[in-house]
């Protein structure tokens, strides 16, 4: 079965600090994977993706997110947290039924 | 550029009472639309979704349908809402093409 996970239910970060935020996947075949943000009682914002290439994807906000083929992991990092950047993130598998199959969400917190 | 409404942004409903949230795509044809549901704040549940008029594919037995009378609009209804329909409702579209979703901005509805 297709599926991804996210072993944390919240992260806490202090502001300057590295960020991350983990995210796990099963797939047979290639993955094609996503990270969103959403804010309080907002849609989910578009972050980065994963299709093929460059193991190591660039994103919006300064985030970028490694992908690791052995490990069968998605990582969302950032060098340096922001109190604004505090917030849910879902990690996001496309499972080829053209439709995601979404993680159950890390709570971001950074601390200032 | 495209855009994606989805309203009303709150409702509260009685149980027993029906429901019909709304959600329209411009500036682009033929989307993929989805309904998906998050509760508590946290992992989002599929519910529908639709590669174009009149096809809508269901991916959990409920008490809501899902239509799309139009290439751009998605309806997601209900004839009698129960307690446990209660939740966030977001709307979103991709290309046909699939890939990365862009989100409405979600209903949050509560079932009193």
């Known amino acids: 079965a297709q599926s991804v996970a996210q072993p944390e239910d919240q992260v806490n970060v202090a502001e300057g600090n590295p960020l991350t935020v983990k995210c796990t996947y099963s797939v047979s075949g290639n993955p094609y994977l996503f990270w969103y943000v959403q804010y309080p009682n907002r849609g989910l914002q578009f972050l980065l993706k994963?299709?093929?290439?460059?193991?190591l994807v660039k994103g919006s906000y300064g985030f970028e997110a490694e992908f690791n083929k052995s490990q069968t992991s998605f990582h969302l990092k950032k060098p340096s947290a922001l109190v604004s950047d505090s917030a849910l993130y879902f990690c996001?598998?496309?499972?080829?039924?053209?439709?995601?199959?979404f993680g159950s969400g890390t709570r971001l917190q950074v601390q200032p | 550029s495209q855009t994606i409404h989805q309203w009303p942004a709150t409702l509260v409903q009685p149980v027993g009472s029906p429901l019909s949230l709304e959600c329209t795509v411009e500036g682009t044809s033929n989307p993929n639309l989805y309904w998906y549901r998050q509760a508590a704040g946290r992992g989002l549940q599929l519910l529908f979704y639709s590669v174009g008029i009149g096809q809508i594919s269901s991916e959990v037995p409920q008490n809501l349908s899902a239509s799309r009378p139009q290439d751009r609009q998605f309806i997601l209804s209900s004839k009698k809402l129960l307690l446990s329909d209660s939740g966030f409702y977001l709307c979103?579209?991709?290309?046909?093409?699939?890939?990365?979703?862009?989100f409405g901005s979600g209903t949050r509805l509560t079932v009193v």
């Open positions: 996001a598998l496309y499972t080829g039924r053209r439709a995601l199959t």
């Open positions: 979103a579209w991709t290309r046909p093409s699939g890939g990365g979703y862009t």
């Open positions: 994963y299709i093929t290439g460059d193991n």
